[in-house]
């Protein structure tokens, strides 16, 4: 007899309601400033803050007590209600910036893809998932810090354009795990 076991693992990074409405990453989308729909907050310096994040899910199938199989889902998602700009102060530019953000959770939902295809089937092989969840939320918070901080939040023209430009190789990398439009 066979013994499907579903688990569920969303860790959303920047939601507290998981029903809200989300967008998924789609190579031909871009976010448009009617995209963010929480209040700016107008006591700190940023211009706008784009909430986005790796949705995870998987299943497993044993049998006899031994893990037979297992099947993942990875999405990149953008939380409008998490997200917001200041009208005054945003322009087309500081959009690009955010969208870049957006662009690169789907770069680590890549990353994450192609290193769970790598993975071999296992008794412990939730663990290896849920590990590997953690590790590559961690590697992603760190790489969007480390945009910021080279990009001075957009304001930085020349890394900006350079940051654009590596993403969209590091992208064009992973293609084969993109998500589907």
């Known amino acids: 007899m066979y013994k499907t076991i579903l688990v569920l693992v969303l860790l959303l990074l920047f939601v507290q309601n998981s029903n809200e409405p989300v967008i998924s990453w789609k190579d031909n989308y871009r976010l448009t400033w009617s995209n963010f729909k929480a209040k700016p907050k107008h006591s700190v310096s940023a211009v706008a803050t ?18 037979i199989s297992f099947k993942t889902e990875v999405h990149a998602h953008f939380y409008p209600k998490q997200s917001w700009y200041k009208p005054k102060q945003a322009n087309n530019y500081v959009l690009r910036h955010e969208q870049l953000h957006f662009d690169i959770t789907e770069l680590f939902v890549r ?9 071999k089937t296992n008794n412990n092989i939730a ?8 590790r590559i939320n961690k590697e992603l918070a760190d790489f969007q810090n480390q945009y910021d901080t080279d990009t001075d939040f957009s304001r930085n023209v020349k890394a900006q354009l350079k940051w ?12 084969h795990f993109k998500s589907k439009n």
């Open 50 to 67: 784009t909430a986005s994040g790796i949705t995870f899910g998987f299943s497993i199938r044993e049998s006899d007590k031994r893990v």
């Open 164 to 175: 654009e430009a590596l993403i969209e190789i590091e992208l064009n990398k992973l293609h």
């Open 127 to 134: 663990n290896e998932l849920r590990d590997l969840h953690k």
């Open 111 to 119: 990353k994450f893809r192609k290193r769970i295809s790598l993975l």
